[in-house]
């Protein structure tokens, strides 16, 4: 079979794991230029009110509604696998589906509670989306490679494990780009996943396909993994929360990759959610969960409860000294700094001395094999490079001696950092998640902003600021001198009336290996913003 064939053969399988009776019908089926698809679920009456209550419930109260008795996991898991059937019509999100197995799995949590009087475990009843790589027994994990279709996992990954012995129903997997490696959620085998805020604009990746689910309301929390971005950059184009953690405090082992073997900067999985304290339930639970007992990698720090100081010191990134943000992240990043000064919070400005040492770092690092690893996954079906991946089609191996310098240059650059954030005595640091607010399909160019901080392996926090893309106010900068190529290519490409609505995220980086503290102090930033919302936000 072709490649060609084989992509066309698994997306057919894949429709036809949706229910008929959850098939749009066409008369309510949103037409092609109805680009914010997020109002159907409310708008269609294609829900019930009793599954729109559910969708639109915090994951926290999902439990407790379902350990009360008051729900069972069965509506809950049903509830979210129509939505994710509606969101995959929409937004070609999905990946994989097995909502039978979801349902049936709920029924048995059902039985056990019915039985018993207790749960399963903490995320009993909770559904829970994962992205491609995470390895679920009998079923693919294609990674965007047609070489990988009919390929069932024959083991599951350590998180996945743990996630069901805690009662989590799992019900989806979610699309990525070809070998997680690029920006967008695009490849040969399924296509491109769309951004329900817009249509036309792209959802992010590599984890795309989550947030494209989630801020859909098809997902509560669901899963992604993160090298250069891919957990920061989706939710930023969609305007949902996610944690990037240092690499071994959530559990990783087992995941498949686009580039298996490399470890020079590590892959870290973490959580996407509607809310702050969604991602602070899954991290607190997951760890809970003591993780390194079963993941070689995992760290053994339980979670650490954290009291944040009432002024912080945050020193703000303005600009990565490559590419500008867009203005209605410049703005935000304005209004924010204004706020927090306001609410008695210090700011100083944080120059971005290592950046391009680091970024270039990060490119040899990814490309360190020649592009082995790709074309080895493109060549059994003759599958060819996608355009987005010409670093890696072009790329010429490393040996030993040069990788080993790369390391030094890395740690050298490493050291300066935490260096100079010791000098300077700051807490955080605020800067632009992606000079995006979101950007058309196609176009997204930069991810410096949040692979250095792979680099550095610290923990970042992408979350929505407030503020929304006007384009009567974000018009495009005059007489711009752009800082570099990729600095004028984005400038260009920026439409403000494209990205007009679009929400703002920002992205909160703290010190290695505390995710409890750059959580908390996020907390303290969305309720400098809007008082009375803080993580409800």
């Known amino acids: 079979m072709t490649w060609e064939s084989i992509a066309e053969q698994k997306r057919h399988a894949l429709k036809a794991c949706i229910p008929s009776k959850w098939l749009i019908p066409a008369a309510i089926f949103p037409p092609e230029d109805q680009l914010d698809v997020t109002t159907f679920p409310k708008e269609s009456g294609f829900f019930t009110d009793r599954e729109l209550e559910i969708t639109s419930t915090p994951a926290q109260t999902i439990l407790s509604h379902v350990s009360s008795g008051s729900w069972t996991a069965e509506e809950v898991a049903t509830a979210f696998c129509k939505a994710a059937a509606a969101a995959q019509q929409l937004t070609n999100c999905l990946s994989e589906i097995f909502f039978d197995r979801a349902i049936a799995q709920a029924k048995e949590l059902d039985s056990y509670f019915q039985q018993t009087g207790k749960t399963k475990g903490p995320f009993h009843g909770l559904p829970i989306s994962i992205k491609d790589n995470f390895n679920l027994i009998g079923y693919d994990s294609t990674v965007g490679f047609t070489s990988l279709v009919n390929d069932p996992a024959t083991y599951n990954s350590t998180l996945v494990d743990l996630l069901l012995g805690a009662g989590a129903v799992l019900y989806c997997k979610t699309n990525v780009p070809t070998a997680m490696m690029i920006a967008e959620s695009v490849n040969n085998v399924f296509g491109r996943t769309v951004n329900p805020r817009n249509r036309k604009l792209t959802s992010g990746g590599s984890s795309g396909g ?243 901080f792979n680099v550095l392996d610290y923990p970042a926090v992408s979350f929505p600021c407030g503020v929304h893309t006007d384009k009567d106010v974000d018009v495009a900068y005059a007489n711009h001198q752009p800082l570099s190529d990729i600095d004028g290519q984005v400038q260009n490409d920026y439409s403000a009336e494209a990205v007009h609505g679009m929400a703002v995220n920002l992205q909160l980086v703290g010190r290695k290996l505390e995710e409890e503290k750059v959580l908390a102090m996020t907390d303290v930033i969305l309720k400098a913003i809007s008082p009375t919302n803080g993580s409800k936000q």
């Open 210 to 452: 989550e947030s494209a689910l989630i801020a859909f309301g098809a997902s509560r929390i669901g899963v992604g993994t993160d090298i250069g971005g891919s957990l920061r950059i989706p939710a930023a184009c969609t305007g949902i929360f996610t944690i990037r953690p240092s690499f071994g405090r959530f559990p990783n082992f087992q995941t498949r990759s686009g580039l298996a073997g490399q470890e020079a900067v590590g892959s870290v999985n973490g959580p996407l959610a509607q809310t702050l304290d969604e991602i602070v339930l899954w991290a607190k639970t997951v760890v809970g969960q003591e993780p390194w007992i079963r993941d070689p990698k995992c760290l053994p720090i339980p979670w650490r409860s954290v009291e944040t100081k009432k002024s912080l010191k945050i020193a703000v990134l303005w600009n990565d000294g490559f590419c500008t943000p867009t203005p209605p992240v410049s703005r935000a990043l304005k209004e924010t700094v204004e706020k927090l000064k306001a609410a008695g919070h210090e700011t100083i400005t944080w120059a971005p001395t290592e950046h391009k040492g680091l970024l270039d770092t990060l490119a040899r690092m990814f490309v360190a094999d020649g592009g082995k690893s790709v074309r080895k996954l493109l060549e059994p079906t003759q599958e060819p490079f996608r355009p987005e991946m010409k670093a890696y089609e072009d790329a010429t191996e490393v040996g030993t001696y040069e990788m080993w310098q790369i390391h030094l240059a890395r740690n050298t650059l490493c050291k300066s950092y935490i260096d100079r954030w010791n000098e300077t005595g700051i807490d955080a640091i605020l800067c632009p998640t992606t000079p995006y607010s979101s950007v058309e399909s196609g176009k997204f160019a930069y991810v410096g902003y949040t692979g250095v």
